[in-house]
């Protein structure tokens, strides 16, 4: 049977409107960031986007490229402000009830985790440096469905604080303060590799309450 014109053009239309609400693919380059903070490093990380081998008994994850920053002012000196970087990449479903151990409400829940690897050593205040191509590797989940997983980063570390010294006290004798930090870098896109819109939209609008 024929199809008339007008039906042929009406199909047509279909399908060029179903292709424009296809979640878009991810884009390569820089595709995960975390928020700037004045307390804590910013992560920007290249995630390889060749399949991630969802069928066997691992994922592996290869960041292509990426770098860490760390805020303020540089000072001049060589004295280090954040130290001991480690990275995690975790494979997350959508939150669930009942928060964290904290009781605080999250947006996500770890499903997998890899080991933690050291990238960087540490960082000057105001210092920006690449950490080069990083591999991790996940044991796969028994049972989760990639349109509905995402990955997360975690960078853990060290923030050095040196406290204000009296007046006429010697430089290498001010106190000096260790604290831990944590930071999250969240993907928008699913490991299915296609972006979500709506997460990538709650980042937009607050990051932390999202990510």
Same mark, same amino acid.
């Given at each position: 049977?024929?199809?008339?014109?007008?039906?042929?053009?009406?199909?047509?239309?279909?399908?060029?409107? @179903? #292709?424009?609400?296809? !979640? =878009?693919?991810?884009?390569?380059?820089?595709?995960?960031?975390?928020?700037?903070?004045?307390? %804590?490093? @910013? /992560?920007?990380?290249?995630?390889?986007?060749? !399949?991630? &081998?969802?069928?066997?008994? @691992?994922?592996?994850?290869?960041?292509? %490229?990426?770098?860490?920053?760390? +805020?303020?002012?540089?000072?001049?000196?060589? #004295?280090?402000?954040? *130290?001991?970087?480690?990275?995690? #990449?975790?494979?997350? &479903?959508?939150?669930?009830?009942?928060?964290?151990?904290?009781?605080?409400?999250? +947006?996500?829940? =770890?499903?997998?985790?890899?080991?933690?690897?050291?990238?960087?050593?540490?960082? *000057?205040?105001?210092?920006?440096?690449?950490?080069? $191509?990083? *591999?991790?590797?996940?044991?796969? +989940?028994?049972?989760?469905? !990639?349109?509905? $997983?995402?990955?997360?980063?975690?960078? $853990?570390?060290?923030?050095?604080?040196?406290?204000?010294?009296?007046?006429?006290?010697?430089?290498? /004798?001010?106190?000096?303060?260790?604290?831990?930090?944590?930071?999250? #870098?969240?993907?928008?896109?699913?490991?299915?590799?296609?972006?979500?819109? @709506?997460?990538? *939209?709650?980042?937009?609008?607050?990051?932390?309450?999202?990510?």
């Amino acid at each position: 049977m024929r199809i008339s014109r007008i039906s042929a053009v009406t199909l047509l239309l279909i399908c060029a409107l @179903t #292709a424009c609400v296809r !979640p =878009a693919a991810v884009s390569s380059g820089v595709n995960i960031s975390s928020d700037g903070s004045d307390y %804590s490093p @910013t /992560a920007r990380l290249a995630v390889a986007l060749a !399949p991630l &081998g969802l069928a066997g008994d @691992t994922i592996d994850v290869v960041i292509d %490229s990426g770098s860490l920053s760390v +805020p303020g002012v540089p000072l001049g000196d060589t #004295a280090v402000s954040m *130290r001991g970087f480690h990275l995690t #990449a975790l494979i997350v &479903g959508p939150g669930r009830a009942g928060g964290d151990a904290g009781g605080l409400p999250r +947006p996500w829940h =770890a499903l997998a985790q890899s080991d933690s690897l050291r990238v960087l050593d540490g960082l *000057r205040r105001g210092e920006h440096r690449a950490i080069g $191509t990083v *591999r991790l590797r996940i044991a796969r +989940p028994v049972a989760f469905d !990639p349109k509905k $997983t995402w990955l997360v980063f975690r960078i $853990t570390g060290i923030a050095v604080a040196r406290i204000a010294r009296m007046e006429g006290e010697q430089v290498d /004798a001010a106190p000096v303060r260790e604290m831990r930090f944590r930071v999250y #870098a969240c993907a928008d896109w699913s490991l299915a590799g296609r972006v979500d819109r @709506t997460r990538s *939209r709650q980042m937009r609008v607050s990051y932390l309450a999202a990510c």
